[in-house]
């Protein structure tokens, strides 16, 4: 059964730092090409960022760019999503999702809320 669970979410002040863990099982993790995901209550899905197999290759949403890395540790079966300087903005509840043409198998989701 494949499973993605999501840990390291939580509340953050403007300028902080939050790193999430999506620990991956019941399938070859190296082997998917990985992203994250985000959801502002009453908005839609919003892609974060993505990385490639070996964790050589990464992208990254405008809005993220130069504050987010995404990383992945193939031996732990582990994706990760470092943040840092946070915004208010980048509150959200935040999605680890294999990517495999579509996202077809997500985490339960973190919370990540930035507020003073």
């Known amino acids: 059964e494949v499973q993605l669970v999501e840990s390291g979410g939580g509340l953050v002040q403007p300028g902080g730092s939050l790193r999430l863990s999506c620990a991956a099982s019941?399938?070859?993790?190296?082997?998917?090409?990985m992203s994250w995901v985000c959801q502002v209550p009453g908005k839609g899905l919003e892609w974060v960022s993505t990385?490639?197999?070996?964790?050589?290759?990464?992208i990254y949403a405008d809005s993220v760019k130069g504050r987010f890395t995404i990383s992945r540790d193939n031996a732990k079966n582990t994706l990760y999503l470092q943040m840092s300087n946070l915004k208010p903005e980048d509150t959200a509840v935040y999605y680890c999702a294999r990517d495999a043409t579509e996202y077809d198998y997500w985490g339960q989701g973190s919370q990540v809320t930035v507020s003073s």
């Open positions: 019941g399938f070859t993790f190296s082997s998917y090409i």
């Open positions: 990385i490639n197999l070996g964790g050589g290759y990464t």
